[in-house]
């Protein structure tokens, strides 16, 4: 299983290439826009970048080409629709690893993914840390001390990314696109009743760990 960012505008395809990733249980983060997808690569670190060429604003490639710039490694898969030898050669002279012509079938999607996840030394068990809990997202459980809980994939990715930003606050958007990439509509109550349900079962392994609300704009959490 890989850490993923999808950089994609289209929603049909970005929820496509969500459903394909998650046929070989991959952890996928979805970004709609290339100043998106860059907080998350601030923030997170991944196995694996997928760009869309075609973005608004700011492409796929000068997203790129900045990621380089700024000394990233993680690999990276172009998709496009261009299909001339001059634009391909284009996107690998920018950084890409790899370089996928729109339109694709899930296997060969997922055939170009292991293909470049095996340029990179076989993953380790991804664990993250804060106060008292340590997630293992490979085991997708959670543990405090001598106390351990099993986690549905939503609460592993609610989870890791208050852990990853700390004390910063998570909003509700990102929040939504992260834990409920499927459900575009998902409201603030339905997050709350989520989040009061999940506070009960890190209480029942013991941590001390809150998640607390900011009311009408999002969650973080606190030692």
């Known amino acids: 299983m890989a ?88 996107g690998l002279d920018s950084g890409a690893d790899n370089y996928l012509t729109k339109p694709f079938g899930s296997e060969e999607l997922l055939a170009h993914v292991r293909a470049t996840l095996r340029r990179k030394p076989e993953n380790a068990v991804r664990t993250v840390s804060f106060g008292d809990l340590c997630l293992d997202e490979t085991s997708s459980t959670v543990r405090c001390g001598d106390k351990s809980s099993t986690l549905s994939s939503r609460e592993v990715k609610v989870l890791k990314i208050l852990m990853e930003s700390k004390n910063s606050i998570v909003s509700h958007d990102q929040l939504r696109i992260n834990a409920w990439p499927d459900s575009p509509d998902v409201s603030p109550n339905t997050m709350r009743v989520f989040l009061t349900s999940f506070r009960e079962k890190l209480a029942s392994i013991g941590s001390n760990i809150k998640i607390l609300s900011a009311r009408g704009y999002g969650y973080q959490i606190k030692e």
């Open 3 to 90: 850490k993923i960012l999808v950089v994609e505008d289209n929603i049909e395809t970005i929820q496509a290439i969500r459903d394909i990733l998650h046929q070989e249980r991959h952890n996928t983060d979805l970004a709609p826009s290339a100043e998106d997808g860059w907080d998350f690569i601030k923030t997170y670190d991944y196995d694996l970048l997928i760009f869309d060429w075609e973005l608004p604003r700011m492409s796929g490639v000068d997203l790129l080409r900045k990621y380089r710039a700024s000394g990233g490694k993680t690999p990276v898969i172009m998709l496009t629709g261009k299909t001339d030898t001059p634009d391909k050669i284009a």
